[in-house]
Protein backbone atom coordinates (compact mmCIF):
# COMPACT_ATOMS: atom_id res chain seq x y z
CA UNK A 1 0.00 0.00 0.00
CA UNK A 2 1.22 3.27 -0.68
CA UNK A 3 1.56 6.19 1.76
CA UNK A 4 0.54 9.60 1.19
CA UNK A 5 1.55 12.50 3.48
CA UNK A 6 -1.06 15.51 2.92
CA UNK A 7 -0.04 18.55 4.58
CA UNK A 8 -3.03 20.89 6.44
CA UNK A 9 -4.70 17.74 6.73
CA UNK A 10 -7.05 19.49 9.38
CA UNK A 11 -8.70 22.30 7.02
CA UNK A 12 -12.18 21.51 4.85
CA UNK A 13 -10.08 21.03 1.88
CA UNK A 14 -7.01 19.12 3.25
CA UNK A 15 -9.86 16.83 5.11
CA UNK A 16 -11.35 16.39 1.64
CA UNK A 17 -8.03 15.23 0.07
CA UNK A 18 -7.20 12.88 2.34
CA UNK A 19 -10.63 10.92 1.91
CA UNK A 20 -10.50 11.09 -1.41
CA UNK A 21 -6.77 9.60 -1.33
CA UNK A 22 -7.84 6.64 1.26
CA UNK A 23 -10.87 5.85 -0.57
CA UNK A 24 -8.29 5.69 -3.68
CA UNK A 25 -6.42 2.93 -1.51
CA UNK A 26 -3.73 4.93 -0.05
CA UNK A 27 -2.66 5.02 3.54
CA UNK A 28 -3.16 8.53 4.49
CA UNK A 29 -0.95 10.92 7.03
CA UNK A 30 -3.14 12.99 8.12
CA UNK A 31 -0.73 16.38 8.95
CA UNK A 32 -2.22 18.65 11.62
CA UNK A 33 -0.40 21.78 13.91
CA UNK A 34 -2.76 23.99 14.87
CA UNK A 35 -5.38 21.96 14.49
CA UNK A 36 -4.53 18.64 15.52
CA UNK A 37 -8.20 17.18 17.09
CA UNK A 38 -9.23 18.16 13.35
CA UNK A 39 -6.44 15.92 11.33
CA UNK A 40 -7.51 13.13 14.07
CA UNK A 41 -11.19 13.23 13.24
CA UNK A 42 -11.04 12.82 9.61
CA UNK A 43 -8.69 10.01 10.53
CA UNK A 44 -11.34 8.51 12.64
CA UNK A 45 -13.76 8.77 9.73
CA UNK A 46 -11.44 7.32 7.61
CA UNK A 47 -10.92 4.15 10.20
CA UNK A 48 -14.54 3.89 10.30
CA UNK A 49 -14.95 3.91 6.62
CA UNK A 50 -12.48 1.02 6.21
CA UNK A 51 -9.42 2.75 5.22
CA UNK A 52 -5.96 3.17 6.68
CA UNK A 53 -4.64 6.34 8.18
CA UNK A 54 -2.70 7.98 10.75
CA UNK A 55 -1.95 11.72 12.49
CA UNK A 56 1.02 13.48 11.99
CA UNK A 57 1.72 16.71 14.34
CA UNK A 58 4.62 19.63 13.75
CA UNK A 59 5.30 23.21 12.20
CA UNK A 60 5.83 23.13 8.87
CA UNK A 61 7.35 26.37 9.07
CA UNK A 62 10.00 24.50 11.55
CA UNK A 63 12.50 22.92 9.84
CA UNK A 64 13.72 20.57 12.15
CA UNK A 65 10.62 19.88 13.83
CA UNK A 66 9.36 19.23 10.10
CA UNK A 67 12.76 16.82 9.27
CA UNK A 68 12.33 15.20 12.95
CA UNK A 69 8.70 13.74 12.19
CA UNK A 70 9.45 12.89 8.67
CA UNK A 71 12.38 11.03 9.42
CA UNK A 72 9.96 8.68 12.01
CA UNK A 73 7.63 8.63 9.12
CA UNK A 74 10.08 7.24 6.77
CA UNK A 75 11.22 4.23 9.26
CA UNK A 76 7.80 3.06 7.82
CA UNK A 77 8.93 3.08 4.44
CA UNK A 78 8.97 5.89 1.72
CA UNK A 79 5.84 8.11 1.15
CA UNK A 80 5.28 8.47 -2.20
CA UNK A 81 2.33 10.83 -2.27
CA UNK A 82 2.72 14.23 -1.35
CA UNK A 83 0.18 16.60 -0.97
CA UNK A 84 1.53 19.91 -0.07
CA UNK A 85 -1.33 21.80 1.57
CA UNK A 86 -0.46 23.77 4.24
CA UNK A 87 -0.89 27.49 4.02
CA UNK A 88 -2.38 31.04 5.89
CA UNK A 89 -3.34 34.33 5.19
CA UNK A 90 -1.70 37.66 6.88
CA UNK A 91 -3.85 40.22 4.55
CA UNK A 92 -3.59 43.21 4.93
CA UNK A 93 -2.78 46.47 1.94
CA UNK A 94 0.98 46.06 1.39
CA UNK A 95 1.20 49.72 2.34
CA UNK A 96 -0.21 48.90 5.73
CA UNK A 97 1.24 45.53 6.07
CA UNK A 98 3.63 44.74 8.93
CA UNK A 99 7.31 42.05 8.44
CA UNK A 100 5.69 39.43 10.19
CA UNK A 101 2.29 39.89 7.91
CA UNK A 102 4.73 38.95 5.16
CA UNK A 103 6.87 36.63 6.17
CA UNK A 104 4.50 34.20 7.52
CA UNK A 105 1.93 32.97 4.48
CA UNK A 106 5.81 32.47 2.90
CA UNK A 107 7.27 30.79 5.56
CA UNK A 108 4.18 28.31 5.97
CA UNK A 109 3.73 27.91 2.34
CA UNK A 110 6.80 28.41 0.34
CA UNK A 111 9.38 27.59 2.63
CA UNK A 112 6.70 24.99 4.13
CA UNK A 113 7.07 23.53 0.69
CA UNK A 114 11.10 23.26 1.26
CA UNK A 115 10.79 21.58 4.32
CA UNK A 116 8.05 18.93 4.23
CA UNK A 117 9.27 17.93 0.16
CA UNK A 118 13.16 18.03 0.69
CA UNK A 119 13.64 14.65 2.85
CA UNK A 120 11.05 12.52 1.22
CA UNK A 121 12.47 12.88 -1.97
CA UNK A 122 15.37 10.50 -1.76
CA UNK A 123 13.48 7.99 -0.50
CA UNK A 124 10.77 8.51 -3.09
CA UNK A 125 13.05 8.53 -5.86
CA UNK A 126 14.29 5.17 -4.84
CA UNK A 127 11.21 3.72 -5.72
CA UNK A 128 11.11 5.44 -9.27
CA UNK A 129 7.44 6.51 -8.41
CA UNK A 130 5.82 9.09 -6.73
CA UNK A 131 3.40 11.94 -7.10
CA UNK A 132 3.83 15.37 -5.65
CA UNK A 133 1.10 18.03 -5.88
CA UNK A 134 0.81 21.18 -4.34
CA UNK A 135 -2.10 22.92 -3.62
CA UNK A 136 -1.91 27.12 -4.79
CA UNK A 137 -4.42 28.99 -5.41
CA UNK A 138 -6.08 31.50 -8.42
CA UNK A 139 -3.96 34.26 -6.27
CA UNK A 140 -0.79 32.96 -7.08
CA UNK A 141 -1.92 33.16 -11.23
CA UNK A 142 -3.61 36.71 -11.22
CA UNK A 143 -2.88 38.50 -8.17
CA UNK A 144 -5.74 40.34 -5.38
CA UNK A 145 -5.50 42.75 -3.30
CA UNK A 146 -4.59 42.90 -0.06
CA UNK A 147 -2.57 39.52 -0.64
CA UNK A 148 0.53 40.73 -2.20
CA UNK A 149 2.73 38.44 0.92
CA UNK A 150 0.27 35.00 -0.01
CA UNK A 151 0.56 35.97 -4.00
CA UNK A 152 3.88 36.17 -3.59
CA UNK A 153 4.14 32.33 -1.56
CA UNK A 154 1.63 30.77 -4.32
CA UNK A 155 3.67 32.29 -7.31
CA UNK A 156 6.88 30.91 -5.93
CA UNK A 157 5.42 27.74 -5.23
CA UNK A 158 4.59 27.70 -9.42
CA UNK A 159 7.85 28.01 -10.14
CA UNK A 160 9.26 25.95 -7.69
CA UNK A 161 6.79 22.97 -8.72
CA UNK A 162 8.13 23.58 -12.72
CA UNK A 163 11.65 23.34 -11.69
CA UNK A 164 11.34 20.53 -9.34
CA UNK A 165 9.08 19.02 -12.06
CA UNK A 166 12.19 18.75 -14.33
CA UNK A 167 14.45 17.18 -11.66
CA UNK A 168 12.68 14.42 -10.95
CA UNK A 169 11.08 13.42 -14.55
CA UNK A 170 13.46 10.95 -15.19
CA UNK A 171 12.50 9.04 -12.03
CA UNK A 172 9.04 8.83 -12.62
CA UNK A 173 7.86 11.36 -10.16
CA UNK A 174 5.27 13.73 -11.42
CA UNK A 175 5.06 17.36 -10.02
CA UNK A 176 1.77 19.09 -10.34
CA UNK A 177 0.07 22.09 -8.65
CA UNK A 178 -3.75 22.54 -8.01
CA UNK A 179 -4.49 26.48 -8.16
CA UNK A 180 -7.95 26.67 -7.06
CA UNK A 181 -10.19 29.63 -6.85
CA UNK A 182 -13.52 30.46 -4.40
CA UNK A 183 -14.06 27.34 -3.01
CA UNK A 184 -16.86 26.74 -0.41
CA UNK A 185 -16.10 26.63 3.35
CA UNK A 186 -15.06 28.97 5.85
CA UNK A 187 -12.70 31.44 4.40
CA UNK A 188 -14.64 31.63 1.72
CA UNK A 189 -17.83 31.88 3.15
CA UNK A 190 -16.22 35.16 5.99
CA UNK A 191 -15.52 36.96 2.99
CA UNK A 192 -18.12 36.38 0.09
CA UNK A 193 -21.52 36.20 -0.03
CA UNK A 194 -23.86 34.28 -2.29
CA UNK A 195 -24.03 37.00 -4.61
CA UNK A 196 -20.49 38.35 -4.71
CA UNK A 197 -19.53 34.60 -5.77
CA UNK A 198 -22.17 35.06 -8.43
CA UNK A 199 -20.77 38.08 -9.74
CA UNK A 200 -17.52 36.65 -9.78
CA UNK A 201 -17.55 32.94 -10.96
CA UNK A 202 -18.92 32.40 -14.47
CA UNK A 203 -20.28 29.36 -13.08
CA UNK A 204 -22.09 31.04 -10.21
CA UNK A 205 -21.03 29.44 -7.53
CA UNK A 206 -18.20 28.49 -5.22
CA UNK A 207 -16.52 24.84 -5.72
CA UNK A 208 -16.31 22.21 -3.31
CA UNK A 209 -13.49 20.57 -1.34
CA UNK A 210 -14.31 17.38 -3.03
CA UNK A 211 -14.06 18.90 -5.76
CA UNK A 212 -10.84 19.58 -5.20
CA UNK A 213 -10.00 16.74 -3.82
CA UNK A 214 -10.65 14.90 -6.97
CA UNK A 215 -8.37 15.91 -9.08
CA UNK A 216 -6.17 15.76 -6.13
CA UNK A 217 -6.42 11.77 -6.15
CA UNK A 218 -6.57 12.29 -10.33
CA UNK A 219 -3.53 13.39 -10.03
CA UNK A 220 -1.81 11.05 -7.47
CA UNK A 221 -3.38 8.43 -9.79
CA UNK A 222 -1.38 5.59 -12.26
CA UNK A 223 -3.19 7.47 -14.89
CA UNK A 224 -1.43 10.75 -14.77
CA UNK A 225 2.14 9.80 -15.16
CA UNK A 226 3.02 11.81 -18.53
CA UNK A 227 1.69 15.11 -16.72
CA UNK A 228 4.02 17.29 -15.01
CA UNK A 229 5.90 20.65 -14.22
CA UNK A 230 1.52 21.87 -14.70
CA UNK A 231 -0.24 24.83 -12.73
CA UNK A 232 -3.81 23.49 -12.71
CA UNK A 233 -7.08 25.56 -12.27
CA UNK A 234 -10.44 24.72 -10.89
CA UNK A 235 -12.06 28.28 -10.72
CA UNK A 236 -15.12 28.01 -12.16
CA UNK A 237 -13.87 29.56 -15.21
CA UNK A 238 -12.79 33.06 -13.33
CA UNK A 239 -9.42 32.99 -15.23
Known sequence: MKRALVTGGSGDLGQAICRQLANDG???IAHGCRHPEQAEAV??????AGGSAETAVF????????RRVLTHLLEAGPIQVLVNNAGVHADAPMAGMTVEQWRLPIEV?????FNVTQPLLLPMISTRWGRIITISSLTGVIGNRGQTNYAAAKAGLHGATRALALELASRGITVNAIAPGLIAGGDTAAVFDADAIKRMVPMKRAGTPEEVAALAGFLASESTAYLTGQIININGGMA
Open 26 to 28: LHV
Open 43 to 48: VAAIHA
Open 59 to 66: DVADATQT
Open 109 to 113: GLHGF
